[in-house]
């Protein structure tokens, strides 16, 4: 039985731990169990060569362990597609996890790099075969002239591994948002929302937090 708002939230909002990684987790094991869709579905922004912005969502797929040199949150795609494209180019990112079952929300910013091969290997591995298929065949963010298109492309590289493994596309890895600023936001009545922001200089500095007026 999913929580209620209220109940989820607590009666006198949250308190923040020393490492906002262990809040994120506590807060994202209480989505997986109260989100109906995608508990992981995050917005990224990122901005293209003339700085304007651009937003849209993506599935978080890690966050990294405590003993991990680098602790960031990692997110896979196309790096020909626009997004991609502008991170590569501008390698800073701001995130936005937002939970309406539970009236919450995380908001993360920092640098951004690129997984090693060995990590997009193994997530690519573990995809949907046919989810491996698309990565081939889609040209993402490029003009599409029709959806026949598309699915002949599907075709065209079904066929060809038709049998034994898909291998990765060049063109295909992942992203690590390494955070130098985490706020967390929580609904409370009357407008009065809990919001608390981790703040540090780099990867190497220990987190400072402080309570902002909501």
């Known amino acids: 039985m999913h929580k209620s708002k209220s109940e989820a939230n607590g009666g006198a909002g949250f308190t923040p731990t020393d490492d906002p990684f262990d809040l994120f987790a506590s807060w994202l094991g209480d989505a997986t169990q109260s989100e109906i869709n995608d508990p992981n579905a995050v917005a990224v922004a990122s901005v293209d060569e003339t700085g304007m912005p651009n937003v849209r969502m993506v599935l978080l797929k890690g966050v990294d362990d405590a003993d ?32 309406k079952s539970l009236e919450r929300q995380v908001r993360v910013r920092g640098p951004v790099t690129t997984v090693t091969d060995a990590e997009a290997d193994a997530y690519y591995a573990s995809r949907p075969r046919l989810s491996r298929i698309g990565a081939w065949a889609s040209k993402q963010s490029r003009p599409l002239e ?6 002949t492309e599907v075709a065209r590289y079904a066929a060809k591994y038709a049998v034994g493994a898909i291998p990765r596309p060049p063109y295909w890895s992942g992203f690590r948002v390494t955070p130098l600023e985490i706020e967390f936001w929580m609904s409370r009545p009357f407008r009065l929302h809990d919001r608390i922001v981790y703040r540090r200089a780099d990867s190497a500095t220990p987190w400072s937090k402080t309570r902002l007026f909501p």
Not at 71 to 85: C, H, L, Q, S
């Open 68 to 99: 991990a040199p680098e602790r960031g949150f990692v997110f896979y795609t196309n790096f020909e597609g626009t997004k991609g494209r502008e991170l590569l180019a501008h390698p800073k990112a701001a995130l936005v996890f937002h939970w």
């Open 146 to 151: 029709g959806r026949f298109a598309l699915e």
